[in-house]
């Protein structure tokens, strides 16, 4: 009997573990809660005694399944890692009641930074907090959550909205003791909605709340394999490069004819096409660098894209600390692309008045491409209406030769506006993100991906399909939690953030053909 009391006292345990995991974490991560629900109530035929469910969480498969769905990478397991032994060191009968869960109103986006740091919150520091950091002509406090991994804030906003969380901050960074061990996330409260809000005609806008998390607490910093990745992919966009520069010669009958004859001189005619495709890319990075130098905003060593069908996509860089605020994270995003289509254009201009005034044995020694090239771009085409008439108004089958920045203008033109599309990762989405937030421009990127899609399949063999593509499996999550998520875009970047949206739909529409 005694044995019969204790195995039916462990199965209500059990039962009441499998409610509190899924009650826990169901809006954080429910994925995860409903496997492990199944694991242990169907995989195992019930429930059984804590011993055995220890081995049977030993399983990777669900924690890995969850891990996927919310698109977070765990290529060291070291997530994985965390996940099981939180949820194994409280599967005892003496703690059963104090398990400790995820809690739901820690952002996913910062879950994976947060399960692979040490955790060193003092409840003691909250309490200086209050009174030091969060005073009242800046973030009145009005209630908190707690839990080993970071301490949720909520509050009033005081005063100018806009100030409010530089004034916290540097009240923070004011007592050095705190500012060395703790660091400040202002944003939408994350917290789960009651039945109540969701029931409502108008669901309310969440409110901003403060969460302090451990300064152990960063993006993970690259191995040493990352820079041979950054190597390997230079190398690969320098050879798409060059074969793309092979390309625009195969209509240049004189290059064709020494090609024929063995003459291999003729390798470093697209040598010039090369050199002004990687200038650009240099011109977009070096934005980057010195803003981030301006912000304190690091980042990793880009990783290039080759392509074989503009020579080069461009390339993406991973941030390595969190951006300090939207309006950061809009300069930083913002410069590369700025930079890089300032110089794109000024190639673009300078080829074609090259190209109109020189002479026919000059001509002859230039790239020879379809004049239906240059209307893959608006932009391209009415800069060439200006400077270089000739070659826009020619009959879109016939080939025309145009001088070599031309052609590593209109490439560095489309890769920069390509990268300014408002989707995950890119620049165009981290712009997006900074001025819109991360709800809009979650959706924002999820309209821009479907509609990329649709023209996409529409035209197999366009650009957009192969970008939608590359995006899809390496850029498509938006990035990572900004410091202040609050605090929205000034003016003057607003109409920047939508100046610019303009210019890349008028650099990717096709320029018509009036011939």
Known sequence: MADNAESEQETVLLEQFSNKLMVAIEKADGGLASVLSK?????????QPIANLNSELDRKEPLNRWLKANNISDDDGKI???????LKSNMTVGNMNGLIALPPWIPAGLLKYILLAPRSLQLEDLETMKTTVFQQDSFFVTGTQLSEFAWLVRGKPQGDEDSVFQKVQDALQANSSLSERYQLFYLNDPSPMSPEELSMAAVPDPKPVFLVVSKNIRPPQPLWSFYGLSLTTL?????TSYTYGIGTFALNMDFV???????????????????????????????????????????????????????????????????KSRRALFDFAT????????????????????????????????????????????????ISVFTAPTVITADISSAVPVHPLAIAGLSGLI?????????????????????????????LSLLTLLLQAIIGFSQPYSILFYWGVLVV??????????????????????????????????VLLPFPNFV
Do not use: W
């Open 39 to 47: 694991t242990i109530k169907d995989k195992m035929g019930g429930f």
């Open 80 to 86: 994985v890692q965390g996940l099981e032994e939180l």
């Open 235 to 239: 190398i690969g966009t320098l050879f």
């Open 257 to 323: 004819k020494r090609i024929e004859n063995g003459d291999i001189s003729v390798a470093e005619q697209p040598i010039p096409v090369v050199l002004g495709i990687f200038a650009i890319q240099i011109i977009h990075d070096l934005g980057h660098l010195i803003t981030s130098r301006r912000l304190g905003q690091k980042f990793a060593l880009p990783i290039f894209l080759p392509s074989p069908m503009i020579g080069a996509f461009g390339s993406v860089t991973r941030l390595l600390n969190f951006p």
């Open 335 to 382: 410069s590369g692309p700025l930079a890089g289509t300032l110089a794109s254009i000024a190639a673009l201009a300078a080829g074609f008045l090259i190209t109109a005034s020189a002479s026919p044995e000059s001509l002859a020694t230039f790239p020879v491409v379809p004049a239906s090239l240059f209307h893959n771009s608006f932009l391209a085409g009415v």
């Open 415 to 443: 890769a920069n506006a390509l990268n300014f599309m408002p989707m995950g990762q890119l620049d165009g989405g981290r712009a997006a993100l900074a001025g819109f937030g991360r709800r809009s421009a979650s959706v």
């Open 473 to 506: 499996f390496f850029q498509r999550p938006l990035e990572m939690p900004i410091q202040d998520e609050i605090t929205p875009l000034d003016e003057k970047r607003s109409i920047a953030l939508y100046l610019g949206y303009l210019l890349t739909v008028f």
